[in-house]
Structures are given as C-alpha cells and as structure tokens.
C-alpha cells in the first residue's frame, strides 16, 4: 500500500444562498425524473400488454414512440449546476 500525504480538504466556492437554491432545484429535478420514470415504465408496460394480447393500438404504440423517444433525448441535462448555474462550462 502507497502511503500518500493527506490533502486539506478544498473551501468550498458557493454561497449559502447558491446551495440553497440549487438544493430547491435538486428536490425538483427529482421529482421530475421520478414522474418521467414511472410515465415511461407504464407505456412499455402498456406496449408489452398490447403486444401480447394482440391488441393492435396505433395510440398507444405513437404514446410508446414519442413518450420514450423525448424521455431519453430530453435536454434538461444540458446545463449544469441548477437555478444557480452558468451556460458556459
């Protein structure tokens, strides 16, 4: 084992007040991420149930399409850092 020299721990460059808003904002993206979750697992649940009933539904099969497709190409990743953040990185 390589012993190596212990660093200080690094001061922290926000403010209270810019932890507090990006903390809101974490609460928020959660719930959003949780809801687009569960919208997404029921209409593949939906999808699978279709499929092997054999139940043809253009409605839900376009849901399917359109819901999953904007659920993984979404842009609210694209900026960084929350409320409280800055466009260039």
Not at 42 to 61: H, P
Not at 71 to 87: I, P, Q
């Amino acid at each position: 084992m390589i012993d190596t020299p212990e660093q200080p721990p690094r001061i922290s460059d926000t403010t209270l007040e810019q932890d507090r808003k990006t903390a809101g904002q974490r609460k928020v993206n959660i719930i959003w991420e949780m809801t687009q979750g569960i919208i997404a697992v029921g209409i593949t649940c939906a999808t699978i149930y279709c499929a092997v009933a054999s139940k043809e539904s253009a409605l839900i099969g376009n849901a399917f399409t359109l819901i999953v497709s904007l659920y993984f190409v979404r842009t609210n990743h694209s900026k960084t850092g929350g409320v409280g953040g800055t466009d260039s990185r």
